[in-house]
Every structure is written in structure tokens, then in C-alpha cells.
């Protein structure tokens, strides 16, 4: 069993910045897909950001050019960093990974963004 454990969400203003954190409970070298996703109220669950091994990334359009997503192979840690922040990045934050034939998902962390 794959347990992953986000941190950094909270109340932020407008323009602000966050760093959002997924630990997972298992050497992440190998694993080649690896996320954020958010929901907001009353939305449908949406990709934010994800990585491969290689580190190559993939951003929503929302999204682009204001979140980096990145990982640390040595603290089995995938990151987001928020910047720039907007009333609309308000959400629930998870962090998933596909370790075939399974996806492991984290309870999530709360974003606010206050305008």
C-alpha cells in the first residue's frame, strides 16, 4: 500500500504565493506519472499539473506560467509551486500517482485565495 500525504495548503491573498507538498511512502525514482489535481465546489475534479521520471511537465492553460510543478527523488516529495495566486485557484489539492495497474491518491489539502 502507497500512502501519500499532502501539506502547504491554507488562506492566502491574492497575488500571493504557496508551496504545496505530496510525501509518498515509496522510493517515487521509477514512478513515471505523478500529479495535482483540484476541486472546487461544485466543479469537476481537474489536472493542475503532472511530471514524468524524466521530469517533463504538463500544465492546465489556467495554470501555466504561474505553477511549477517539481520532484525530489531523494525525499520521495513531489511539489507545487503556487505563485501569483487567484480567487479562482480555490480548491482542494490532491496529489496522485500511477503505479500501474493502480493510482494512489492523498486526502488533499485546502486552498483558499482570498481576493
Known amino acids: 500500500q502507497v500512502q501519500l500525504v499532502e501539506s502547504g495548503g491554507g488562506l492566502v491573498q491574492a497575488g500571493g504565493s504557496l508551496r504545496l507538498s505530496c510525501a509518498v511512502s515509496?522510493?517515487?525514482?521509477?514512478?513515471?506519472?505523478m500529479a495535482w489535481y483540484r476541486q472546487a465546489p461544485g466543479k469537476q475534479r481537474e489536472l493542475v499539473a503532472r511530471?514524468?521520471?524524466?521530469?517533463?511537465?504538463l500544465y492546465a492553460d489556467s495554470v501555466k506560467d504561474r505553477f511549477t510543478i517539481s520532484r525530489d527523488n531523494a525525499k520521495n516529495t513531489v511539489y507545487l509551486q503556487m505563485n501569483s495566486l487567484k480567487p479562482e485557484d480555490t480548491a482542494v489539492y490532491s496529489c496522485?500517482?500511477?503505479?500501474?495497474?493502480?493510482?494512489?491518491w492523498g486526502q488533499g489539502t485546502q486552498v483558499t485565495v482570498s481576493s
Open positions: 496522485t500517482v500511477a503505479i500501474l495497474p493502480r493510482t494512489y
Open positions: 515509496r522510493n517515487i525514482f521509477s514512478i513515471d506519472f
Open positions: 511530471i514524468t521520471s524524466r521530469d517533463s511537465t
